[in-house]
């Protein structure tokens, strides 16, 4: 896990969209799993979007007058395992504390239960890579705190997670944080070696 942290308009966001193939740099290039990403747009980078990278963002970006089942649905148009839909997405919504609530519209959740859908949705989607931006901007300490949990396990399941954010609770469960204002002068730091005063760079 990699924390990208700044201030609003350092640069945060921007490194997502080069990562998540939305934008092409000005100069240089963007390599991903290494090799050289394939440009925006392109009919590989659409492969690429389909079956390797996934997104969570602030606001959720799901669906918000269909039902949870239907916004995860969508997560398994691509997924290489046939078992039965409706039990993986019973098992995925028991694994991030929202059982039963297939049949509930995302509108009537809250903001923690909306952003836990979503992590439920990365879960189901195959993906190897997933870019997060603020993905704890509008929840309170609480549902940050579970957000952050799911996180971690995504995590510790085998994924990438490379998040834009100012909260220094989501920067300090990260094994690395780049302070982006200062990518001219440092590369970054390992909150593993350095300790928690660099997490907070």
């Given at each position: 896990m990699v924390a990208f942290t700044g201030?609003?308009?350092s640069?945060?966001?921007?490194?997502?969209?080069?990562a998540g193939l939305l934008d092409s740099p000005d100069a240089g290039e963007v390599r991903l799993f290494g090799t050289t990403a394939p440009r925006p747009r392109s009919r590989d980078a659409?492969?690429?979007?389909?079956?390797?990278?996934?997104?969570?963002?602030?606001?959720?970006?799901?669906?918000?007058?269909?039902?949870?089942?239907?916004?995860?649905k969508v997560a398994l148009t691509y997924s290489s395992d046939r078992s039965d839909?409706?039990?993986?997405?019973?098992?995925i919504l028991e694994r991030v504390g929202l059982p039963g609530y297939e049949n509930r519209r995302v509108y009537s959740l809250s903001g923690g239960e909306q952003q836990r859908v979503a992590i439920a949705r990365l879960w189901l989607k195959p993906c190897e890579l997933v870019l997060a931006d603020?993905?704890?901007g509008s929840l309170d300490e609480n549902n940050r705190d579970e957000i952050v949990k799911l996180l971690r396990e995504m995590s510790a399941d085998g994924r990438t997670l490379l998040l834009a954010t100012?909260?220094?609770?989501?920067?300090?469960?990260?094994t690395r944080t780049v302070e982006v204002a200062s990518l001219s002068k440092h590369e970054g730091t390992?909150?593993?070696?350095?300790?928690?005063?660099?997490?907070?760079?």
């Amino acid at each position: 896990m990699v924390a990208f942290t700044g201030p609003s308009g350092s640069g945060k966001s921007t490194i997502l969209n080069l990562a998540g193939l939305l934008d092409s740099p000005d100069a240089g290039e963007v390599r991903l799993f290494g090799t050289t990403a394939p440009r925006p747009r392109s009919r590989d980078a659409t492969l690429f979007l389909r079956h390797r990278l996934g997104y969570l963002f602030q606001n959720f970006a799901l669906i918000d007058s269909a039902t949870v089942r239907e916004n995860l649905k969508v997560a398994l148009t691509y997924s290489s395992d046939r078992s039965d839909h409706a039990k993986q997405i019973a098992r995925i919504l028991e694994r991030v504390g929202l059982p039963g609530y297939e049949n509930r519209r995302v509108y009537s959740l809250s903001g923690g239960e909306q952003q836990r859908v979503a992590i439920a949705r990365l879960w189901l989607k195959p993906c190897e890579l997933v870019l997060a931006d603020e993905p704890t901007g509008s929840l309170d300490e609480n549902n940050r705190d579970e957000i952050v949990k799911l996180l971690r396990e995504m995590s510790a399941d085998g994924r990438t997670l490379l998040l834009a954010t100012h909260d220094l609770r989501v920067a300090e469960i990260c094994t690395r944080t780049v302070e982006v204002a200062s990518l001219s002068k440092h590369e970054g730091t390992s909150n593993q070696d350095a300790g928690h005063e660099d997490a907070h760079s």
